[in-house]
Nanobody, 117 residues
Framework: QVQLVESGGGLVQPGGSLRLSCTASSGSIRSLIRMEWYRQAPGKQRELVATVIGASDATSEESVKGRFTASRDNAKNTMYLQMNNLKPEDTAVYYC??????????WGQGTQVTVAS
């Protein structure tokens, strides 16, 4: 089974940018037909942020559209989330998720993003 590890989180000022990475520590993301980014803020439910289907069909949810872009690089075994013009309400733990053709989805352990001045 593919195991996923997120990285790239941290503290950033409002209006700043971060790029998150989701790398397979074992297995290949080529086996994951669908990959997603979720986030969970304190006291809130986990919410979908962006989806990549196949190699390059990426969409972002309305709350982040125009600011966040997901992509994947199969050669680097990594999915990315480019986050621009960050706002305090983007503060959350960000998780990646991958769904194989057969079997259960797999989650990473999460990476904290804090947007504050």
């Amino acid at each position: 089974q593919v195991q996923l590890v997120e990285s790239g989180g941290g503290l950033v000022q409002p209006g700043g940018s971060l790029r998150l990475s989701c790398t397979a520590s074992s297995g290949s993301i080529r086996s994951l037909i669908r990959m997603e980014w979720y986030r969970q803020a304190p006291g809130k439910q986990r919410e979908l942020v962006a989806t990549v289907i196949g190699a390059s069909d990426a969409t972002s949810e309305e709350s982040v559209k125009g600011r966040f872009t997901a992509s994947r690089d199969n050669a680097k075994n990594t999915m990315y989330l480019q986050m621009n013009n960050l706002k305090p309400e983007d503060t959350a733990v960000y998780y990646c998720n991958g769904s194989p053709v057969y079997g259960s989805p797999t989650w990473g352990q999460g990476t904290q993003v804090t947007v504050a001045s």
